[in-house]
């Protein structure tokens, strides 16, 4: 059996984008697997979509710690346990300590719905709208301590209409987000595959299609 990198999702909310991630994995040439699945809040629909599709799902409440590092803590001995190599961000809404980002080093990706380093942070549909932009997107990107400013992997633009609302325009990011991530995904596993390790440069590279503008090499 050819080998598949071990992924582990840290969610916090309805998966969709791990569902994504699953379907992608579905196919036997996709060079990764979810092997955990980890939500910070227990009423989180993704949890379903994971013991649904078989993979193990483990409820870790970030209340029930007295620190962001005794939290992340926990998260890195799940992830460990299961041998994961990568871990994707799907939806998980807390900010990560530096001591896990560094723990990970560059084995951390994350979707977020703006085309950075345009609109980091939240509410990105909303001041979109209000700066006027005419064209917004979604940006897959390595995790460092600073907040959505790590190196990009790739980034996919769609129209800003004016009688769009945050709403409109979330719906349009999100379906983008869902090619985007099984896409990118694919592309770091098959570097891990191929090279055993992630160097980030900073001489970037350009691999363009109809869907992706990959601007970091990995």
Request: net charge neutral; with cysteine; hydrophobic share 40%.
């Amino acid at each position: 059996m050819t080998r598949r990198i071990k992924v582990g999702v840290l969610i916090s909310g309805t998966g969709t984008n791990l569902q994504a991630l699953i379907d992608a994995c579905q196919s036997p040439n996709y060079p990764a697997e979810i092997v955990v699945v980890i939500s910070n809040n227990a009423n989180a629909m993704g949890i379903q979509r994971a013991q649904e599709s078989g993979i193990t799902a483990k409820i870790v409440q970030h209340e029930n710690y007295a620190t962001r590092e005794e939290f992340d803590s926990q998260l890195s001995v799940i992830l460990s346990k299961a041998k994961c190599e990568l871990i994707c961000l799907a939806g998980f809404m807390r900010i990560l300590s530096e001591d896990f980002v560094n723990r990970w080093g560059n084995r951390i990706l994350n979707i977020h719905p703006s085309l950075l380093p345009s609109f980091p942070g939240t509410k990105t549909h909303e001041r979109a709208l209000e700066a006027g932009v005419k064209i917004s997107g979604c940006t897959l990107h390595f995790v460092t301590a600073a907040l959505d400013a790590g190196p990009i992997i790739g980034q996919v633009a769609v129209p800003v209409f004016d009688s769009d609302s945050p709403h409109d325009l979330a719906n349009r990011v999100l379906a983008e987000e869902h090619k985007l991530y099984s896409l990118g995904l694919k592309l770091v596993a098959n570097k891990l595959l191929n090279k055993g390790g992630i160097r980030i440069s900073s001489n970037k590279w350009l691999q363009n299609d109809s869907l992706l503008n990959f601007s970091t090499e990995i």
